[in-house]
Nanobody, 127 residues
């Protein structure tokens, strides 16, 4: 069974940092593009960041560029999202997603492009 399990969420004050992790199991994710999305209460799910299978190419939403960093450790089959300078607007449930098959395209920011999803981890930012 394919699983993506997020962890690392929690409550932090504005200006603080968190590191989210997404551990994959059930198949080989080392050839998958991986991404983070988030969904705030009452809002649609939105793209945050993506990384290709090699870790060389990354892509970020403008709202997090310069503050968030996506990375991966294929040996540990884990993807990370380092979040710095957090703002109240960053509060949301953060989801990990995977796209199989050595793919990378202009669709990396689209929900529908991804094949697998985790259950999410809550991030709360207090002002």
């Amino acid at each position: 069974q394919v699983q993506l399990v997020e962890s690392g969420g929690g409550r932090v004050q504005a200006g603080g940092s968190l590191r989210l992790s997404c551990a994959a199991s059930g198949r080989t994710f080392s050839r998958d593009a991986m991404a983070w999305f988030r969904q705030a209460t009452g809002k649609e799910r939105e793209f945050v960041a993506a990384i290709d299978w090699s870790g060389v190419r990354t892509y970020y939403a403008d709202s997090v560029k310069g503050r968030f960093t996506i990375s991966r450790d294929n040996a540990k089959i884990t993807v990370y999202l380092q979040m710095n300078s957090l703002k109240p607007d960053d509060a949301a449930v953060y989801y990990c997603a995977a796209k199989s098959g050595l793919q990378w395209s202009s669709l990396v920011s689209s929900n529908s492009w991804y094949d697998y999803w985790g259950q999410g981890t809550q991030v709360t930012v207090s002002s």
